[in-house]
């Protein structure tokens, strides 16, 4: 999408499984239903993912709430020697 500049660009499920780095995939539980569905299906094609839904948050967690939001962002990557 960045790159691109597309919204949802297509993605192969085969080049997602690909990706072999510890992942973090965060939801929110008041988010859009499709989005729920690509956190979903990541999940499942991304071998080494790890997903956290935030049940009182929309797709901006991260604002919505930042303090829970913060402490799994930073269990997640202290967990994984990543600093």
Same mark, same amino acid.
Request: net charge neutral; glycine share 8%.
């Given at each position: ?7 949802f ?9 690909? /990706?072999?780095? #510890?992942?973090l995939?965060?939801?929110?539980a008041?988010?859009? %239903?499709?989005?729920e569905?690509?956190?979903? =299906?990541?999940?499942?094609l991304l071998?080494?993912?790890?997903a /956290?839904?935030? #049940?009182n948050a929309?797709h901006?967690?991260?604002y919505?709430? %930042? ?6 962002? =930073? ?6 020697g990543?600093?």
């Amino acid at each position: 999408m960045m790159t691109t500049g597309t919204l949802f660009p297509v993605i192969e499920p085969e080049a997602v499984r690909k /990706i072999k780095a #510890p992942v973090l995939i965060l939801g929110g539980a008041r988010s859009r %239903p499709f989005l729920e569905l690509i956190t979903q =299906e990541l999940g499942r094609l991304l071998p080494h993912s790890q997903a /956290i839904v935030f #049940p009182n948050a929309g797709h901006q967690m991260c604002y919505q709430e %930042p303090e829970a939001w913060r402490r799994e962002v =930073e269990k997640f990557l202290a967990e994984h020697g990543i600093h």
